[in-house]
């Protein structure tokens, strides 16, 4: 699978139903957190809700960065 870039998880989350600007900035931030190393407190409802949202297409940011997201391009 080719990595996904920033502007192909928005379109993802958006198909899924996520299409708050607020909430695609937030998750999309998340993912973008979780590829440069940021490991997140699971316990808390926001990045349950988060996760949730990032698993729907493929990300699970509960385990270690993978790979599947382009960080040399938005």
């Keep these: 699978m080719q990595p996904r870039t920033y502007s192909q998880i928005r379109a993802d989350l958006s198909l899924i139903g996520i299409t ?18 940021e490991q997140f407190d699971l316990s808390k ?15 699970d940011i509960a385990k270690p960065f993978d790979g599947s997201i382009d960080l040399s391009s938005k």
Excluded: E, F, P
């Design 20 to 37: 708050d600007t607020q909430a695609l900035n937030n998750t999309c931030s998340y993912a973008l957190l979780w590829a440069v190393g």
């Design 45 to 59: 409802s926001a990045v349950k809700v988060v996760r949730a949202r990032l698993r729907k297409i493929g990300i």
